[in-house]
């Protein structure tokens, strides 16, 4: 085994929000000759551009606050590249929207938003784009007042292709869907379907390795099933003390405490590491949930451990790819969890380590998409998925192997190196049988439900 990374050493320091961020941005005040005055490319009233993000709960958030300085503003998107910005009006000012986005995106850091933050520097390019981003999302929320059918699967904002896409099982509900959008005056070009089977949480009875102290991807089993243990992590409001997080789905009640007798163990019985759960908060409704549904932000509960050493806070093992069989993956070392230096490499393919699968690939990533779980999908677990549950802002993957077990595994982006460091970026919990969907929470997610933001998050 290797000799763990020293964070001191390596002065990758994550950085301690002690107090409300309230951001002006300051931007140039030039519009094309062509544009109605009344009208500018970029919005520049101080009062205007003053943006909290500790506001921001989903990707969406820090978008919406894009186009609230930019009315031609369509979309954006992180690819290898650099960041992909998409405009209604070509002839707006590239250099002037640049300097409205970047502080933006610089900001998202504070929410935990690091698909967005960690490309704040990156090189932009322009393209077009026909709707714009804040008519995009207005069609959503008309879409929302209505009962969403039985039978949706996910429901998002495509950036790349600049369209409502909704993920249905039949095309019975998508004639349904095709009624909500006409009676909302929703372009038939504005929505893009796509038909799919419904994901499945990943729980299995399989055993792992013991490991001492615990960390992220190694085996943890409940009575509620046998899940990967996805991150260790302390909370400023309880200095000293150590807590990990996994899917709620692998909780004997999802979304509600259980009770403290009901006992975690790494990897299995009768090696104790935990017992009930310290927060797995109850849905809410209202906007932005769906009318008629109840939402969270994540499938992520928080279980503080039995002794606050027990845990190697920010730390993720690294195991052997996909094996080809049980057991489950060999632990060979571990690794920290380090702030990057590079702004923006690694995050469009993301790495997931689950204690059946071990470490594999995720790609294609559809960013702020929300779930609605299949309730038929998830009658195998400890407690049956009520039928009008939503988990909004989810990140989905179109590729990458995954198993039962594999629920509440830690998913990071790597940065170009060497060397390489993981930077945490959601807890897995769904996929389906296809392969062409896996869901994960991401970490701004998580922390909305668990810590009432990712600055109370501690990683070191």
Same mark, same amino acid.
Not at 43 to 53: D, F, G, R, V
Not at 133 to 138: D, E, V
Not at 438 to 443: H, M
């Given at each position: 085994m290797k000799t763990p990374f020293d964070l001191t050493r390596l002065n990758y320091p994550f950085p301690k929000v002690v107090a409300p961020i309230v951001v002006a941005l300051l931007v140039s005040s030039c519009a094309p000759e062509s544009q109605d005055?009344?009208?500018?490319? #970029?919005?520049?009233?101080?009062?205007?551009?003053?943006?909290?993000?500790?506001? !921001?709960?989903a990707h969406d958030d820090v978008l919406d606050a894009i186009a609230d300085r930019v009315p031609a503003f369509a979309g954006l998107y992180v690819d290898s590249t650099g960041i992909v910005v998409l405009l209604t009006d070509p002839a707006t000012p590239?250099?002037? *929207?640049?300097?409205? +986005?970047?502080? *933006?995106?610089?900001?998202?850091?504070?929410?935990?938003?690091? $698909?967005?933050?960690?490309?704040?520097?990156?090189? %932009?390019?322009?393209?077009?784009?026909?709707?714009?981003?804040?008519?995009?999302?207005?069609?959503?929320?008309?879409?929302?007042?209505?009962?969403?059918?039985?039978?949706? *699967?996910f429901v998002g904002i495509d950036n790349r292709s600049n369209r409502l896409a909704v993920s249905v099982t039949s095309f019975q509900v998508r004639e349904e869907w095709d009624r909500m959008a006409t009676a909302e005056g929703v372009s038939s070009r504005a929505i893009e379907f796509n038909y799919m089977s419904p994901p499945f949480p990943m729980t299995?009875?399989?055993?792992?390795?013991?490991?001492? /102290?615990?960390?992220?991807?190694?085996? +943890?089993?409940?009575? @509620?099933?046998?899940?990967?243990? @996805?991150?260790?992590?302390?909370?400023?409001?309880?200095?000293?003390?150590?807590?990990?997080?996994?899917?709620?789905?692998?909780?004997?009640?999802?979304?509600?405490?259980?009770?403290?007798? &009901? +006992? !975690?163990?790494?990897?299995?019985?009768?090696?104790?590491?935990?017992?009930?759960? &310290?927060?797995?908060?109850?849905?809410?409704?209202?906007?932005?949930?769906?009318?008629?549904? %109840?939402?969270?932000?994540?499938?992520?509960?928080?279980v503080r451990y039995d002794g606050d050493s027990i845990g190697s806070v920010g730390r993720v093992t690294r195991a052997n790819s996909v094996p080809s069989g049980s057991p489950a993956p060999t632990i060979s070392y571990f690794e920290q969890y380090a702030w990057p230096s590079c702004f923006w490499c690694g995050l469009v393919t993301n790495t997931k380590t689950g204690r059946t699968t071990g470490t594999t690939t995720f790609s294609a990533n559809y960013s702020s998409q929300d779930y609605y779980p299949d309730s038929a999908a998830y009658a195998g677990v400890g407690v049956l998925i009520r039928s009008n549950w939503v988990i909004l802002s989810q990140n989905v993957f179109t590729s990458g192997a995954?198993?039962?077990?594999?629920?509440?595994?830690? #998913?990071?982006?790597? $940065?170009?190196?060497?060397?390489?460091?993981?930077?945490?970026?959601?807890?897995?919990?769904?996929?389906?049988?296809?392969?062409?969907?896996?869901? %994960?929470? /991401?970490?701004?997610? *998580?922390?909305?439900d668990l810590a009432g933001g990712y600055f109370?998050?501690?990683f070191y």
């Open positions: 005055p009344s009208a500018p490319a #970029v919005k520049t009233s101080q009062a205007s551009l003053e943006i909290n993000p500790r506001a !921001w709960r590239h250099a002037t *929207v640049e300097a409205a +986005i970047r502080p *933006v995106l610089a900001a998202a850091e504070v929410s935990g938003h690091f $698909e967005l933050s960690r490309a704040s520097h990156a090189p %932009v390019r322009f393209e077009r784009g026909e709707f714009a981003f804040a008519q995009l999302r207005s069609w959503k929320r008309g879409l929302y007042r209505h009962e969403v059918p039985k039978g949706t *699967v299995a009875n399989l055993r792992d390795s013991v490991a001492s /102290p615990t960390a992220g991807g190694l085996q +943890i089993t409940h009575s @509620g099933g046998t899940c990967t243990l @996805g991150a260790n992590v302390g909370l400023s409001s309880q200095p000293g003390a150590n807590y990990f997080i996994t899917a709620s789905h692998c909780s004997n009640n999802m979304w509600a405490v259980d009770a403290s007798n &009901d +006992i !975690w163990y790494q990897p299995a019985y009768p090696r104790r590491v935990g017992a009930g759960e &310290d927060t797995d908060p109850a849905p809410f409704t209202g906007s932005p949930c769906p009318s008629g549904r %109840v939402c969270r932000w994540s499938d992520a509960t928080l995954a198993l039962g077990g594999d629920s509440g595994a830690p #998913v990071y982006a790597y $940065e170009n190196g060497p060397p390489y460091y993981p930077l945490l970026t959601g807890i897995y919990h769904a996929g389906n049988a296809a392969g062409t969907s896996r869901v %994960v929470s /991401p970490l701004a997610g *998580v922390a909305n109370n998050l501690i």
